[in-house]
């Protein structure tokens, strides 16, 4: 009955229903219908209407829905749990108040302005604050994006709102290591926090309060050029109870030579612990002997997702002692520099082969060389690779820009027993021939194709009678068409964009 109403509302139906008796079946005889009963849309168990507005994920659809009736509409109003508003809401503390009045139980509201003029009206600034903490008592989630006149005023009229639990900050130019302060003092079960290019935060005095009094789970800092990797040992026993850290510098502020010689130091005598962490991904960071990411690479007993992109200073020790520590880790992603930067990680096979030891549960890899233009060379082979897929219940493999990805590599891959989806980008030693080994695949159902000089329409021929595939995706080969990949598998994407050649 319920999926019935559902779909008949979907359609834009008025008026009465008809409703089917829970016995009646198909292949019943469905010429008598005298035991079927008109049921009027006022007429719907209040609980039957609420489930179908749950059922309605589009805000288009739930605006549709609270226009069929007054009483719709009031139902609707009262179970909508989120907005996201921005360019167009004018006036915008006015309108921001309406929808606050309307909907009294919302618990997650996003203020969004990218590419805001000053031709679309004024922007929310502090008073939307003021009037989201007056109007939404309950509210748990708050995401400010490009909000350049929401103050460190504004951030402290939301101290009020107790059951806030996440604070995403993106691009808030106004708000400083102040602002942060007053709200992890006021909002004491706030579990998220994410702060992205906020160029007034410069002081870490929040963080320590948070480490010390707060419940954080989830740290992001994306591009705050006031905090450092040193400044997260201010997290102190907050270590112990985050999940998530995400933490990426600007490339421009990338140096290895600047840094607290005594953070190390500081590391060891918090006695840092990360026994909880599952999550960590550092993008343009530092780890060196005695730097602090150093150490917390080496505490994490849970970690089951590291992403490491650009990072100086890395070390086959490094993952020797990581591996030995999270023998939980189901997925990795390295993205490095090649032999012929200056900023080059010294890792070698042994990394890989001290995770194919120590990491059984290791299910995805992706390796990468940032390299601009053509792949250079590097200390890792292929029997690296290999050395991890033989030893795991490996699915998932990323080649990017990985020089010693050729042929011979295509077919020493092609006895991974449990690898189900390979993508290979600017592998440019893999011909028609190293992709014919891809039918003796035993498990290969996804492939992904980028940038590689080396594969034609000619060595896809050759995947065509194994129907092996599930899908297939092509992107900018310039020796693949558009017909080369037809009949190749189930599902096949293809685009072509050349300008990276030139």
Not at 276 to 292: D, Q, T, Y
């Amino acid at each position: 009955m319920q999926a019935f109403v559902f779909l008949w509302h979907l359609k834009g139906i008025k008026g009465p229903i008809r409703e089917i008796p829970s016995w009646h079946h198909p292949g019943d005889n469905a010429s008598d219908d005298s035991d079927l009963t008109e049921v009027q849309m006022e007429d719907l168990p209040e609980v039957l209407i609420s489930d179908i507005v749950r059922r309605l994920h589009k805000t288009s659809d739930q605006n549709s829905f609270s226009l069929v009736s007054k009483h719709f509409y009031t139902i609707e109003a009262d179970l909508r749990n989120s907005i996201r508003v921005g360019c167009g809401l004018d006036p915008a503390a006015e309108a921001l108040a309406s929808l606050c009045r309307r909907f009294p139980n919302l618990t997650k509201v996003e203020i969004a302005y990218s590419g805001w003029m000053s031709t679309f009206g004024k922007q929310l600034d502090n008073q939307a604050l003021s009037i989201l903490s007056t109007n939404c008592q309950s509210l748990t989630d708050l995401t400010l994006s490009f909000c350049s006149f929401i103050t460190d005023s504004g951030l402290r009229c939301l101290t009020s709102c107790q059951k806030l639990t996440s604070l995403k900050l993106n691009f808030a130019p106004a708000i400083s290591s102040s602002g942060l302060l007053s709200i992890v003092v006021g909002c004491k079960n706030l579990s998220m926090l994410h702060l992205i290019h906020c160029m007034k935060v410069t002081s870490v005095e929040w963080l320590e309060y948070i480490g010390k009094m707060g419940s954080l789970e989830d740290l992001c800092i994306v591009k705050c050029r006031g905090i450092s990797e040193d400044s997260l040992v201010k997290l102190g026993p907050g270590w112990k109870r985050l999940r998530k850290l995400e933490f990426r510098k600007d490339p421009h502020n990338m140096n290895p030579k600047t840094h607290n010689p005594f953070s190390g130091e500081s590391w060891h005598l918090r006695q840092i612990s990360c026994e909880i962490l599952k999550e960590v991904s550092l993008v343009n960071c530092v780890i060196e002997p005695e730097r602090g990411l150093s150490f917390l690479l080496s505490s994490c007993a849970s970690l089951e997702k590291l992403t490491l992109d650009t990072c100086t200073g890395l070390r086959d020790s490094d993952f020797i002692t990581l591996s030995q520590n999270s023998h939980g880790l189901r997925s990795i992603s390295l993205r490095l520099f090649s032999q012929s930067s200056s900023y080059q990680a010294t890792l070698t096979d042994a990394s890989f082969r001290a995770l194919s030891i120590n990491c059984p549960t290791l299910e995805e890899v992706e390796l990468a060389f940032c390299d601009s233009e053509f792949p250079a060379a590097s200390s890792i082979t292929i029997e690296g690779i290999l050395a991890v897929i033989n030893s795991c219940s490996f699915r998932v493999l990323v080649l990017k820009s990985a020089c010693f990805f050729n042929d011979v590599a295509m077919e020493a891959l092609s006895s991974a027993s449990f690898l189900e989806c390979l993508e290979i980008e600017r592998c440019q030693e893999v011909t028609d021939f190293g992709i014919g080994f891809v039918s003796k695949f035993p498990c290969l159902a996804n492939l992904t194709i980028c940038k590689c000089l080396g594969v034609t329409d000619d060595g896809l021929k050759l995947l065509v009678e194994s129907k092996m595939l599930d899908s297939l995706v092509v992107k900018d080969c310039p020796r693949i068409s558009d017909q080369g990949v037809q009949g190749v598998a189930r599902q096949v994407a293809y685009s072509q964009d050349l300008s990276w050649l030139f």
